[in-house]
């Protein structure tokens, strides 16, 4: 018999992964399927910032920055191990936007939405001045302020975990094919990447499917009634760290761009990103030499030290599925979320939700707004439950990583603290999942890569959707950086190996 679902998401980012959460929450049967990895697009490309969006007031978009500021707390007490403020130094540049502007765009970012734990904004001295030891002499002065990091793949999946903690069922490598609307449901068809196929019923379907947004909605039959979408590139690049200190960069450029600085996994700097029209396939963006250069020679404005593009030791690319407001500048284009709701042409019809645009940083209040559309046309009256909920691994006292990390290190203190760190961090309370009844490193399984554990391994595939090596490496851990190629091979090879032994047992 077929199964009968309350609400079908077609699409594994956050804005899905937010939505499946939030609607199994209120006690609704969800089914979300994606057809590759959780994350494995859009929501694994981003700048990795939660944040207000300082140069968003420029375009007047005040309600995004509005939403987007009170979220940054939100989520900071959700998920503590993944999510922490970091410190942004803004320097002056004569050039460009006047010290007048800067200031009163930072008196309305600290003041458009209430902080609890963030720091508000500040004059600073770049002369002599450890943020300033990176810099040009040329720049003396600026400001600092605050916003928060995320790890962004991390999220998505973290919110897939707990939408399947609520009920939903998550499956990845499953592609949503078509939808056919009847009187009171439509029919979806999903096929897997071993080739299977299988019909499955649902009485709303959300489509947050990211740049493959309009093609979802051609394949409900209503192409005629997609709205419009607007790709755009972002890119980035990743150097060996270029400063000592935690503070990020947020540097200005003559175009009225702007461009992050930011420490990222100990040993680097990420740099991004750039705002290009893009009309290829979602699924093979890349980044472009052109933009490269165009990275380089912003940083490079203002860096003492210049950075080559031979240090260069990873990049990567996105496509933001943006919603065209018909801005002829990439760069201005609105992040606000757009929803298509379309209920049919007849009393009761099935209704199907498109999602456009979005931030990272907002994701959980659209979600919670796409529920309040759905809410009515489902028979749903749950009220809204995720801003004051945790993430998983989250349920820490206090929300105090520091404190969790230290009692971390007195109960595992013979795990390396390089491996405790990165756990914690990670996984947060379900590191001891993951390192169990273990009492030495021996127990932990293979070391298959350095740093990386077959206990870590197991739990990823048993509780993260983790079946391939780039899942692993670059989704579910940023491990892939620094790694040599043998090293990757042999974590490939594990996963054959896993693969054998499960088909043996079958």
């Known amino acids: ?23 199994a929450g209120r006690g609704l049967s969800v089914l979300l399927v994606e057809q590759r990895d959780l994350a494995s697009a859009t929501s694994s490309s981003s700048t990795k910032l939660i944040h207000g969006g300082l140069r968003y007031l420029e375009h007047y978009e005040f309600r995004l920055v509005r939403e987007a500021l009170q979220e940054r707390e939100v989520l900071l007490s959700a998920a503590p191990h993944i999510i922490w403020p970091l410190t942004f130094v803004l320097p002056h540049h004569k050039g460009l936007r006047p010290k007048w502007m800067l200031r009163a765009g930072l008196f309305l970012y600290d003041h458009l939405a209430r902080r609890k734990r963030l720091h508000g904004s500040r004059s600073v001295s770049l002369n002599g001045t450890p943020e300033g030891d990176p810099l040009k002499a040329t720049f003396s002065s600026g400001f600092s302020y605050s916003d928060c990091w995320v790890d962004d793949a991390r999220l998505v999946v973290l919110n897939a975990q707990d939408a399947q903690a609520h009920g939903a069922e998550i499956r990845t490598r499953t592609q949503c094919k078509s939808l056919v609307r009847h009187a009171d449901h439509w029919n979806a068809q999903l096929s897997q990447d071993d080739g299977s196929t299988q019909v499955v019923r649902a009485r709303s379907v959300v489509n947050a499917a990211g740049p493959w947004v309009t093609e979802m909605v051609q394949n409900a039959g209503l192409g005629d009634k997609a709205a419009g979408l607007r790709l755009v590139k972002g890119s980035h690049i990743i150097v060996p760290r270029i400063h000592d200190h935690d503070h990020c960069y947020i540097f200005q450029n003559g175009d009225g761009r702007i461009a992050f600085a930011i420490p990222y996994q100990r040993e680097y700097t990420l740099i991004g990103t750039t705002d290009i029209p893009y009309d290829g396939d979602p699924a093979k963006v890349k980044i472009s030499s052109d933009e490269i250069d165009y990275l380089l020679e912003l940083v490079n404005g203002y860096l003492a030290k210049p950075v080559s ?42 209704a199907i939700l498109s999602i456009y645009g979005g931030k990272i940083t907002t994701y959980r209040r659209l979600a919670e707004h796409a529920m309040q559309k759905l809410g009515p046309v489902l028979g749903n009256t749950a009220p809204d439950w995720t801003a004051s909920a945790i993430l998983p691994g989250g349920d820490m006292e206090d929300g105090d990583f520091d404190r ?48 990386l554990y077959e206990c870590e391994l197991l739990y990823l595939i048993a509780n993260e959707w983790a079946t391939t090596t780039d899942d692993v490496l670059w989704r579910r851990t940023k491990l892939g950086l620094g790694m040599q190629s043998d090293q990757v091979d042999a974590v490939t090879h594990w996963f054959a190996t896993q693969a054998r032994l499960g088909q043996a047992a079958q």
């Open 1 to 23: 018999m077929t199964r009968t679902y309350d609400l079908l998401v077609v699409g594994g980012g956050i804005n899905g992964a937010g939505i499946a959460r939030d609607a």
């Open 404 to 451: 969790f990390l230290a009692t971390a290190k007195a109960r595992f203190d013979w795990v390396p603290d390089l491996l405790l760190h990165r756990l914690a961090r990670c996984y947060g309370t379900a590191l001891y999942r993951i390192i169990g009844d273990a009492s030495e490193i021996s127990q932990l399984g293979q070391e298959v890569a350095p740093n």
């Open 309 to 350: 593009r031979d240090e260069i030791v990873w990049d990567y690319a996105g496509v933001r599925p943006l919603y065209d407001d018909k801005n002829a500048n990439a760069s201005a284009v609105t992040r606000d979320y757009v929803f298509d709701l379309d209920t049919g042409d007849t009393e009761n019809a099935p």
